[in-house]
């Protein structure tokens, strides 16, 4: 019967010593994936010399998609892909032939695809709001056409338009473009898995190159 007391109490005192070791704090998630839409606003100056536009490409609807993984409860690597649909440059520019002026214009396309690696660290461990700030970099294929309307002027013999140059399309043309960026966001949860996100990225290149605003839904694993 001592031996049988002995073997609980050591029993007993081995559970309340095991209770009293701190317990590792459970990760809040290891990874999760989203879906998001956004609005980029692309800087693209017109490279023809000479040539009349707003360098600005605004309001273009951006579509994408990512997953990140977490290396602890505040620090996450982020994949994203997407793409923007087609934005539109318009440009003119003053001609001279034969002493007369005349204008040429054109109509520019651009439509960026793009592929986002990403460090990013989370603020707070909680199971509601994280903001976060990020930096990583933008891989792009840009494709660009260039579509010329016909260019004409008055000719005094006949007295109708000639046209000096035919209207004509260059391109599309396609380039890959590797640009660092810097981001801003959050995270808030409805459910202990399921979020809405929203952030905001800014692509560098020479200057600001890309601004980009982005709202979505995900969830944890």
């Keep these: 019967m001592k031996l049988w007391f002995l073997l609980v109490a ?3 005192g081995a559970a309340a010593a095991a209770g009293a070791q701190p317990a590792e704090p459970v ?10 839409i956004g609005w980029e606003n692309i800087h693209h100056p017109q490279a023809t010399p000479g040539s009349y536009s707003n360098d600005w490409l605004n309001s273009v609807f951006y579509g994408g998609a990512g997953a990140g993984w977490y290396w602890t409860d505040h620090l ?10 087609r934005a539109r440059q318009y440009n003119y ?4 032939v034969g002493g007369q002026s005349t204008t040429e214009f054109s109509e520019l396309r651009v439509q960026d695809r793009d592929l ?5 660290y989370q603020f707070f461990r909680n199971q509601w709001f994280h903001p976060h700030v990020g930096a990583g970099v933008d891989i792009v294929r840009e494709t660009t056409t260039q579509e010329y309307q016909a260019v004409t002027i008055y000719d005094s013999a006949t007295r109708l338009p000639r046209v ?8 599309p043309e396609h380039r890959f473009v590797a640009r ?4 801003v966001g959050f995270k ?7 979020f809405f996100m929203g952030d905001a990225r800014v692509m560098f290149r020479h200057g600001v190159d890309e601004v980009l605003f982005r709202i979505g839904f995900g969830v944890d694993f």
Excluded at 27 to 36: C, N, S, Y
Excluded at 76 to 84: E, I, L, M, P, S
Excluded at 188 to 194: H, K, L, N, P, S
């Design 27 to 36: 990760r809040l998630a290891r990874a999760d994936a989203h879906g998001a």
């Design 76 to 85: 996450k690597t982020q994949v994203d892909v997407g793409a923007g649909t």
């Design 180 to 183: 660092p960026f810097g981001e």
């Design 188 to 194: 808030g949860y409805m459910t202990r898995r399921a």
């Design 164 to 171: 000096i140059s035919p209207p004509h399309t260059e391109g």
């Design 93 to 96: 520019r003053p001609v001279l």
């Design 10 to 12: 050591a029993s007993l």
């Design 116 to 120: 986002a690696i990403s460090q990013q």
